[in-house]
């Protein structure tokens, strides 16, 4: 009955290997999104998709690459890991994306880059 | 400066107790305004928005102010459940939500 679901919930790679993180909404929404939460515990978001068209891509390299094959999926990829990256990966969704939409985040990934 | 900035904390009162935390944010042009509730390695959770107007929930009551660029959070009766990080959360102009870093609450029998 999870709402927001990702896999893994715990990662832990090794630098420079290429990983992968999966979300996956039951709520009907049309607005996904995946923020990261680093050690100093600020949330940024990295990227939102609005019916699988990709509408924020915030200040984050290219090695990331979101992909969101329908509504209810958005996958995060990422290349070539750096120690940097050590983080909690949440995801998130929404219905619409305007003002006193609630989002619904799922669990968290936390990735260890070692 | 941070867009949304708040005091770390943390706030340790013992049951019982009122405590209010305060929010700053840097943008004149932003337009919604929340609060989110993150227990310790969980994900954040809606606690509730905040009107212009103010607004309560319970024990909880929420007030802006727009000319200040200043959030509020109260938190009357406080139980032992209610120790969390309360985060403080702007939307602008682009839709995106801003987070602050929280301000830990730990509330004591």
């Known amino acids: 009955d999870t709402a927001v679901s990702q896999t893994p919930k715990y990662l832990v790679t090794q630098m420079g290997n290429d990983k992968s993180i999966k979300c996956e909404q039951n709520?009907?929404?049309?607005?996904m999104y995946w923020y990261k939460q680093d050690s100093k515990k600020f949330l940024k978001i990295m990227f939102s998709?609005?019916?699988?068209?990709?509408?924020i891509n915030e200040t984050v390299p290219n090695r990331f690459s979101p992909k969101s094959p329908d509504k209810a999926h958005l996958n995060l990829h990422i290349n070539s890991l750096e120690l940097g990256d050590s983080a909690v990966y949440f995801c998130?969704?929404?219905?619409?994306?305007?003002?006193?939409?609630?989002?619904?985040f799922g669990p968290g990934t936390r990735l260890t880059v070692t | 400066r941070k867009e949304v900035e708040q005091d770390p904390g943390p706030f340790n009162v013992p049951e019982g107790a009122t405590v209010a935390f305060n929010c700053t944010y840097s943008?004149?042009?932003?337009?919604?305004f929340f609060w989110y509730r993150q227990d310790c390695r969980k994900e954040p959770k809606l606690l509730m928005s905040?009107?212009?107007s103010g607004n309560e929930d319970g024990r909880f009551t929420a007030q802006l102010n727009r000319a200040s660029q200043y959030i509020s959070l109260l938190i009357r009766d406080s139980k032992l459940s209610d120790s969390a990080t309360y985060l403080c959360?702007?939307?602008?102009?682009?839709?995106?939500?801003?987070f602050g870093s929280g301000t830990r609450l730990l509330v004591r029998p």
């Open positions: 709520l009907g929404h049309d607005t």
């Open positions: 998130a969704s929404s219905q619409g994306q305007t003002s006193h939409r609630e989002q619904y």
């Open positions: 959360v702007v939307m602008d102009s682009s839709y995106k939500l801003i």
């Open positions: 905040v009107y212009s």
């Open positions: 998709y609005n019916n699988k068209e990709l509408i």
């Open positions: 943008n004149s042009a932003s337009q919604s």
